[in-house]
């Protein structure tokens, strides 16, 4: 049991850390004329055409959970539309921070729906992930963190919708198999996006073909299929709020991916704020009451 707990913890890193470098890949893809959404209804897309037919009958043997497995698609399907129209349209370190308060979100949700209470410590460990979000993307003149127009409602939206992904993964637990609730992922996902691109046609319509584009494409659906997965499989093995602070981790990765990969120097605040959240996710295993 314990050694399930830390490949559950494991899945759960690697998630945080690939989402932590997603960014780049998208961020060429935009340069190569690829936009941010097209590009993650392509990425989303593929696995489920490619594998998802598989689980078709899977899907309707648990047809009974059809409630939860249909929140789990539909909100991890607008927290990806939320968040890429909140960053295309608005200021993207204000829509990020709003998007960053998910643990708030995925606190309350698992409190009303799964019955998790937090002891003290847990209490603490979600004000020093927030405060570290905080202290890395807040800015003195954006003002405060209150969203002031759509693009900032978009990502508010998109943080609790993830945070409601969570819940409804670990709702779920053991009763469906991690492969078909990352098939309803990629589902909701799929359709979403679509939908947003009938907002957005000239995502499509003004898409760049190329070879390069294509098989980084590839690439980062055959990557977000897996991190789907470990996600699933992550959430379904630990409380809703300690996974909410070990996805806060994708952000140190996306300063560090940063530094590295393009020269963008990481200032003392993201410093401190890093430190926050790597201290906040060490003592997340003991958020829970006994």
């Given at each position: 049991m314990?050694?399930?707990?830390?490949?559950?913890?494991?899945?759960?890193l690697?998630?945080?850390?690939?989402w932590?470098?997603?960014?780049?890949?998208?961020?060429?893809?935009?340069?190569?004329?690829?936009?941010?959404?097209a590009?993650?209804f392509?990425?989303?897309?593929?696995?489920?055409?490619?594998?998802?037919?598989?689980?078709?009958?899977?899907?309707?043997?648990?047809?009974?959970?059809?409630?939860?497995?249909?929140v789990?698609?539909?909100?991890?399907?607008?927290?990806?539309?939320?968040?890429?129209?909140?960053v295309?349209?608005?200021?993207v370190m204000?829509?990020?921070?709003?998007f960053?308060?998910?643990?708030?979100?995925?606190v309350?949700l698992a409190?009303?729906?799964?019955?998790?209470?937090l002891?003290?410590?847990?209490?603490?460990?979600?004000?020093?992930s927030?405060?570290g979000?905080?202290v890395?993307?807040?800015?003195?003149?954006a003002?405060?963190?209150?969203?002031?127009n759509?693009?900032?409602?978009?990502?508010l939206?998109?943080?609790?919708?993830?945070?409601?992904s969570v819940v409804?993964?670990?709702?779920?637990?053991?009763?469906?198999?991690d492969?078909?609730?990352?098939?309803?992922v990629?589902l909701?996902?799929?359709?979403?996006?679509?939908?947003?691109?009938?907002?957005?046609?000239?995502?499509?319509t003004?898409?760049?073909?190329?070879?390069?584009?294509?098989?980084l494409?590839?690439?980062?659906?055959v990557?977000?299929?897996?991190v789907?997965?470990a996600?699933?499989?992550?959430?379904?093995?630990?409380?809703?709020?300690?996974?909410?602070v070990i996805?806060?981790?994708?952000?140190?990765?996306?300063?560090?991916?940063?530094?590295w990969l393009?020269?963008?120097?990481?200032?003392?605040?993201?410093w401190?704020?890093?430190a926050?959240i790597?201290?906040?996710?060490?003592?997340s295993?003991?958020?829970?009451?006994d």
């Open positions: 314990k050694m399930q707990r830390l490949v559950a913890i494991a899945a759960l690697y998630s945080a850390i690939s932590g470098l997603f960014w780049y890949p998208f961020r060429l893809l935009e340069g190569w004329g690829v936009g941010g959404l590009a993650i392509i990425a989303y897309l593929l696995p489920l055409l490619g594998i998802g037919w598989w689980y078709g009958k899977a899907l309707w043997q648990v047809r009974r959970h059809w409630l939860w497995l249909t789990l698609g539909f909100a991890s399907g607008w927290s990806n539309v939320g968040y890429v129209l909140g295309l349209e608005g200021e204000r829509v990020l921070l709003l960053y308060l998910a643990p708030l979100w995925t309350l409190w009303v729906f799964l019955r998790e209470r002891s003290t410590l847990g209490w603490w460990v979600i004000v020093l927030l405060g979000a905080m890395m993307l807040w800015q003195p003149q003002g405060l963190p209150l969203p002031a759509v693009a900032e409602w978009l990502g939206s998109a943080g609790m919708t993830f945070a409601l409804a993964g670990r709702h779920l637990g053991d009763a469906v198999s492969w078909v609730k990352t098939v309803a990629w909701g996902v799929a359709v979403l996006t679509g939908v947003g691109l009938l907002f957005y046609p000239q995502q499509i003004g898409m760049v073909y190329s070879w390069d584009a294509a098989w494409l590839l690439g980062l659906a990557a977000i299929a897996l789907t997965y996600v699933q499989y992550g959430v379904a093995r630990i409380p809703a709020s300690q996974s909410s996805f806060l981790f994708e952000l140190v990765v996306a300063a560090i991916a940063a530094y393009t020269h963008e120097r990481m200032v003392l605040n993201e401190i704020g890093a926050m790597l201290t906040a996710s060490l003592f295993g003991r958020m829970q009451q």
